[in-house]
């Protein structure tokens, strides 16, 4: 069946629209994809939800910003749906069912909570379209960590690759994450780290610039060791997998971050992302042969360079060199694990979120 993902990250650059055929375990084929980038003004009332949701003890709640910034994500996620429906000349009759994963405002799975700002049934009445949506709840609330979600969908992926295994699929938004398939039945995946997120703050800070375009900063600095080892040895860092971040769980204020010029504080806090990644090797069950990267951490240079000596002598490509999109890749996963929602399949598994036994997620709303 067709069916459209849709995913605002935790980097907050924009949202992603993209179609794929699936029945929800193989791959058939990949349609058109969308991008919608949230302006300045967006941006920040999303940042006042993220300040604001850190607050919260109740799921449902919306004090604040949070109920003008979840309309907010509702009407542009529709606005990104709307225009890929026109551009590639969709019909809505077409589309089986949208993958809705919303904005994360707050994640602590420990706490057995999880908030995805966005309101599924309004965007189901609006497109007319189903949608599924609300797709870590009942993982956290079995006891999972609710995150990575996306590994089952990188599992169906790899195997339209012929790459040696075991591969890893690693994707660098505002959290890295990685899915470890070496072609048994369920895959192992966990939260490395920081990704994006760290490197973006820093740069708006520093210059008013929103990231470092393709790591061209990072590149010119010298990366701090001393300061790396110290934020290595948070107990995170030792835990075996499964295991999940919230966007800030690595903020500046928790990091003690040094004053860095602002190369070599792009420098270090790009080596720090790498550094997190190695650090999940000696986790796995044996060390990738081959690593794939999508998300925003895929199109920095400079991030790639060091993933690939760090790595080595795994290769390591972006996704859009192994003929995937790295931009649209997570977009992609949603409208795949939308397809597993309405057929009542499992989406999360004991070796990805820790979650007692493999289990269906999301909630459909019908139009």
Request: proline fraction near 7%; include cysteine; hydrophobic fraction near 45%.
């Amino acid at each position: 069946m067709r069916a459209i993902g849709l995913m605002s990250g935790t980097s907050l650059d924009g949202v992603d629209a993209a179609v794929i055929e699936t029945d929800g375990e193989r791959i058939e084929g990949f349609g058109p994809v969308e991008y919608r980038p949230y302006r300045e003004q967006e941006r920040d009332l999303l940042r006042r939800a993220l300040a604001e949701a850190a607050g919260l003890t109740d799921r449902n709640a919306r004090p604040g910003v949070l109920a003008e910034a979840e309309a907010l994500t509702t009407r542009i996620h529709a606005e990104a749906v709307e225009e890929l429906l026109l551009r590639h000349r969709i019909a809505a009759r077409d589309i089986a069912v949208i993958g809705f994963h919303g904005q994360t405002v707050i994640h602590r799975p420990q706490e057995k909570l999880t908030v995805q700002i966005g309101d599924g049934a309004a965007l189901a009445k609006r497109l007319g379209i189903a949608v599924a949506f609300d797709f870590r709840a009942a993982d956290v609330a079995a006891g999972g960590q609710g995150a990575p979600l996306v590994p089952v969908f990188h599992r169906a992926i790899v195997q339209t690759l012929d790459r040696p295994h075991p591969v890893a699929v690693l994707n660098i938004g505002g959290v890295a994450n990685v899915t470890y398939v070496d072609g048994g039945p369920d895959p192992i995946a966990c939260d490395t780290g920081p990704g994006n997120a760290l490197i973006d703050d820093f740069m708006r800070a520093r210059t008013g610039a929103p990231y470092d375009d393709n790591g061209d900063v990072a590149a010119t600095g010298r990366p701090d060791a001393r300061f790396i080892a110290r934020v290595l040895d948070h107990p995170f860092f030792d835990a075996r997998p499964p295991k999940s971040l919230d966007r800030n769980s690595f903020a500046f204020a928790n990091i003690g971050l040094p004053e860095f010029s602002v190369q070599d504080g792009a420098a270090t806090l790009s080596a720090l992302t790498v550094a997190a990644v190695a650090r999940v090797l000696p986790h796995l069950p044996q060390p990738p042969r081959a690593w794939i990267v999508g998300g925003g951490g895929a199109r920095n240079r400079t991030l790639m360079n060091m993933l690939a000596e760090t790595l080595s002598p795994a290769t390591v490509e972006t996704a859009d060199q192994a003929g995937w999109s790295a931009d649209a890749l997570e977009a992609q996963a949603f409208a795949f694990l939308a397809v597993r929602a309405l057929r009542g399949l499992p989406i999360t598994f004991p070796a990805t979120t820790g979650v007692p036994q493999p289990l269906a997620g999301g909630v459909v709303a019908k139009p």
